[in-house]
């Protein structure tokens, strides 16, 4: 059974970096890519961008380039999402999602984790 | 602000039929496959149908996906109350370089 268990709730405060994580098992983890979705407090689902684990390479949504950053270590089949400087506005719930292959469609995600960021 | 559009609500009484639109142009829906996610309340996003109208395993066939031009649909019939939630449509943009998402529609069963 294809799973992607994502990392805890996390409160944080505006200016401190951060990591969660996706941990995928049940597949290869190197097969798919692995997307990260952010949805913000009563709103809809916004893309971010995505990591193709066998080579590392990323490709980000406009909206957010420069301001995230998604890495993987295939050795722990875990992809990650990264913040150096967190702000208010990044408070949401982030999920993981793995693309299903030869789609373009998410076939399995995590649970979500929501990031509060307040002073 | 999603270049995909949807209506921000649809409902029906249990048992009727139920069809959501996703309106968008050739850059993404035109030239691309549509997949439909259901989110139900407090919950991850799961998908429904891929490539404008496949169903992954485990999904009944009271869902169906049809795609026409820029535009494509989401049908539920003999809907249920266990079908009360939000859906999104999502596809690639070309011009963007992004997967993108529709505005979202509830569905409320009556």
């Known amino acids: 059974e294809v799973q992607l268990v994502q990392s805890g709730p996390e409160v944080k405060k505006p200016g401190e970096s951060l990591s969660i994580s996706c941990q995928a098992s049940?597949?290869?983890?190197?097969?798919?890519?692995i997307n990260w979705v952010r949805q913000m407090p009563g709103k809809g689902l916004e893309w971010m961008g995505r990591i193709d684990p066998s080579d590392s390479h990323v490709e980000y949504s406009p909206s957010f380039q420069g301001h995230v950053t998604i890495s993987s270590d295939t050795s722990i089949s875990t992809a990650y999402l990264h913040w150096s400087t967190l702000k208010a506005s990044d408070t949401a719930i982030y999920y993981c999602?793995?693309?299903?292959f030869g789609s373009g469609s998410l076939d399995s995600w995590g649970q979500g984790t929501l990031v509060t960021v307040s002073s | 602000q999603s270049v995909l559009t949807q209506p921000p609500s649809v409902s029906a009484a249990p048992g009727q039929r139920v069809t959501i639109s996703c309106s968008g142009s050739s850059s993404n829906i035109g030239g691309h496959y549509v997949s439909w996610y259901q989110q139900l309340p407090g919950t991850a996003p799961k998908l429904l149908i891929y490539d404008n109208d496949k169903r992954p395993s485990g999904i009944p066939d009271r869902f169906s996906g049809s795609k026409s031009g820029t535009s494509a649909t989401l049908g539920i019939t003999g809907l249920q109350t266990g079908d009360e939630a939000e859906y999104y449509c999502?596809?690639?943009?070309?011009?963007?370089?992004?997967?993108?998402f529709g505005t979202g529609t509830k569905v409320t069963v009556l």
């Open positions: 049940g597949y290869g983890f190197t097969s798919n890519w």
């Open positions: 999502g596809t690639w943009d070309s011009s963007l370089d992004s997967f993108v």
């Open positions: 999602a793995r693309r299903r």
